[in-house]
C-alpha cells in the first residue's frame, strides 16, 4: 500500500530536549515536505527536498532541521524544542513525474513540548 | 503563487449536492487548481486538479470557468463522512507537487 509513515504519532517532551520526528514514504517520490499545523494559522510549510540531499527553508523553517540521506526518509529534526513549536506535524511526498502531481501526507505527529 | 479566497463554512445534509466555490483572481497561466480534503487530527488527501473547463473522478468534479478566475468543487450526494475542511490551491503544476499553499480552507458540515 502506498504511504507516507510518519512516527511518533505523539509526543510530549521537555524544552530544550532534542528529538526526531522520522518520516518515511514507500512510492520512490522525489519530492518530500515538513507541515506544521497551529489553530488559526492553518498549515505552513516548513522545509522542503526536492531529491537527496537537496533541502530549502519553507515558510517557518526556524528552530529545525532536516536531511534527505536516502530517497524514502525525510526525518524533521528539533536540536531545542520550544514550547511555541507545540504543533500538529505532518509530512508530504509526491513525485513530479505524475500526471496530477498529487502529494500523500502521513497520519500526523502531535508534538507537545512543555 | 496565486492567493485564493473560499467560504469559511457551509451547511449540508445528507443526499445534497455541495458546491464550494474558490476564487482565484489572480492565476497565472501556467497554474493549476488544486483541492485537498482534510478530516480532524488527519493529514490533508487531494481530491482533484485541473487547469481549465471540467473535470471529474469518482470523488467530486471541478468545474473551471474559461476565464479561471474562480473555480467550483462540487460534491454529489454528501454523506455524513464529507464533514470536513476543504482546501483549493493554486500553482504551478511544480509549485503545486511541493510547495503547497494552503489557506484557511472551507468547513463543510453535514447534517442528517
Known amino acids: 500500500e502506498a504511504q507516507v509513515t510518519q512516527n511518533p504519532r505523539y509526543l510530549i517532551t521537555v524544552t530544550g530536549k532534542k528529538l526526531t520526528v522520522t518520516c518515511s514514504q514507500n512510492m520512490n517520490h522525489e519530492y518530500m515536505s515538513w507541515y506544521r499545523q497551529d489553530p488559526g494559522l492553518g498549515l505552513r510549510q516548513i522545509y522542503y527536498?526536492?531529491?537527496?540531499?537537496?533541502?530549502d527553508k519553507g515558510d517557518v523553517p526556524e528552530g529545525y532541521k532536516v536531511s534527505r540521506k536516502e530517497k524514502r526518509n525525510f526525518p524533521l529534526i528539533l536540536e531545542s524544542p520550544s514550547p511555541n513549536q507545540t504543533s500538529l506535524y505532518f509530512c508530504?511526498?509526491?513525485?513530479?513525474?505524475?500526471?496530477?502531481?498529487?502529494?500523500?501526507f502521513g497520519q500526523g505527529t502531535r508534538l507537545t513540548v512543555v | 503563487l496565486a492567493k485564493t479566497t473560499q467560504p469559511i463554512s457551509m451547511d449540508s445534509y445528507e443526499g445534497q449536492e455541495v458546491n464550494i466555490t474558490c476564487s482565484h483572481n489572480n492565476i497565472a497561466t501556467n497554474d493549476y487548481i488544486t483541492w485537498y480534503q482534510q478530516f480532524p487530527s488527519q493529514g490533508p488527501r487531494f481530491i482533484i486538479q485541473g487547469y481549465k473547463t471540467k473535470v471529474t473522478n469518482e470523488v467530486a468534479s471541478l468545474f473551471i470557468p474559461a476565464d479561471r478566475k474562480s473555480s467550483t468543487l462540487s460534491l454529489p450526494r454528501v454523506s455524513l463522512s464529507d464533514t470536513a475542511v476543504y482546501y483549493c490551491l493554486v500553482g504551478s503544476r511544480m509549485d503545486s507537487s511541493y510547495k503547497l499553499i494552503f489557506g484557511s480552507g472551507t468547513r463543510l458540515l453535514v447534517r442528517p
Open positions: 527536498s526536492m531529491n537527496v540531499e537537496v533541502t
Open positions: 508530504a511526498s509526491s513525485s513530479p513525474t505524475l500526471s496530477n502531481t498529487e502529494a500523500f
